[in-house]
Antibody, heavy 124, light 113 residues
């Protein structure tokens, strides 16, 4: 069965960076794009970006440009999301999510499997 | 970015009764020529990630009970739970994927009366 298993909760100080991992199993890793979505009490669910699990190319939401880096390791079927220059507003649950294959081309996508979430707390 | 607005913010319904959640987009999210509506619905229970229920506004994801149905086009969409069950207590989100960034509604909390 498809599983996305994320790394554990993190506590960081303002200005620091955090790197969250997401290990995929139960499907061919390189056949699906993976995304990162965060959930905050204030902003709700926010899409952060996408990584091509095969080629490694990325595209980030404007909000996070310059602060986020997504990478992947095909040998371990793992994707990573690093967010830098953390501030208190980045306190959130961060999810990786698999892009569902759709039968019609769309600019965006929907997410059929999600990781369990990683709580990142930013506090001095 | 396309703004998605849900109503109501919360809903209390008796077991077995109908629950209706509305979602409005700031821009049309339909391709008229293809009759496609780029709208999905998710269910999120406490401590869990969102679960995909419906996409293309009305196509149920595999395994989703048929008491969940979606409708609408253009800018106005609806999720209906025909007969509310105890396990349906959750927050429901709509999401557009017509444009990037895909964006979500603020959520509607469904509780039992």
């Amino acid at each position: 069965q498809v599983q996305l298993v994320q790394s554990g909760a993190e506590m960081k100080k303002p200005g620091a960076s955090v790197k969250v991992s997401c290990k995929a199993s139960g499907y061919t890793f390189t056949s699906y794009y993976l995304h990162w979505v965060r959930q905050t009490p204030g902003q709700g669910l926010e899409w952060m970006g996408i990584i091509n699990s095969s080629g490694g190319s990325t595209s980030y939401a404007q909000t996070f440009q310059g602060r986020v880096t997504m990478t992947r390791d095909t040998s371990t079927s793992t994707v990573y999301m690093e967010l830098s220059s953390l501030r208190s507003e980045d306190t959130a649950v961060y999810y990786c999510a698999r892009e569902k294959g759709l039968d019609f081309a769309a600019a965006g996508t929907v997410f059929d499997f999600w990781g369990q979430g990683t709580l990142v707390t930013v506090s001095s | 970015d396309i703004v998605m607005t849900q109503s109501p913010d919360s809903l209390t319904v008796s077991l077995g009764e109908r629950a209706t959640i509305n979602c409005k987009s700031s821009h049309s999210i339909s391709y008229r020529s293809s009759n496609r509506n780029f709208l999905a619905w998710y269910q999120q229970k406490p401590g869990q990630p969102p679960k995909l229920l419906i996409y293309w506004a009305s196509t149920r994801e595999s395994g989703v009970p048929d008491r969940f149905s979606g409708s609408g086009s253009g800018t106005d969409f609806t999720l209906t739970i025909s007969s509310l069950q105890a396990e349906d207590v959750a927050v429901y989100y709509c999401q557009q994927y017509y444009n990037t960034p895909q964006t979500f509604g603020q959520g509607t909390k469904v509780e039992i009366k």
